[in-house]
């Protein structure tokens, strides 16, 4: 697994994660959409305890997803050195995909990917 090390835009919270490979996902979920502002996200869904706070305090927020409540997702943009990370491995909720969006990931689901 490699360390990548992330922070918020005014630098007040950072943290380091443990991800196993540099592979995000990107999302085409409603919910995805409403916290992003933009049609999709790409994400790492990564266990909790590869998820290490090393700044600062994170604010309450709970939402209850399909990723499992042992699971964390962070913004893929969020860690340092991933925008030289390859295209998606796949889409989920693609059945949500903007019509003028190309599909771009390795593999595509129309909701979440077979558990």
């Known amino acids: 697994m490699v360390q990548y090390s992330g922070q918020c835009h005014c630098g007040q919270t950072a ?45 309450v927020y709970s939402y209850k997803g399909d990723s499992g409540p042992d699971k964390i997702v962070i913004r893929t943009g969020l860690l340092k050195g991933s925008e030289k990370w390859g295209k998606p491995a796949a889409e989920i909720y693609d059945k949500f995909r903007a019509a003028w969006l190309p599909q771009t990931g390795d593999a595509s689901f129309e909701l979440g990917p077979p558990s």
């Open 15 to 59: 943290w380091t994660a443990e991800i196993p490979e540099e592979r995000h996902i990107l999302c085409h979920c409603g919910a995805c959409k409403l916290m992003s502002g933009g049609e999709f996200t790409f994400n790492q869904i990564v266990p909790k305890e590869n998820f290490n706070l090393t700044k600062g305090d994170l604010k």
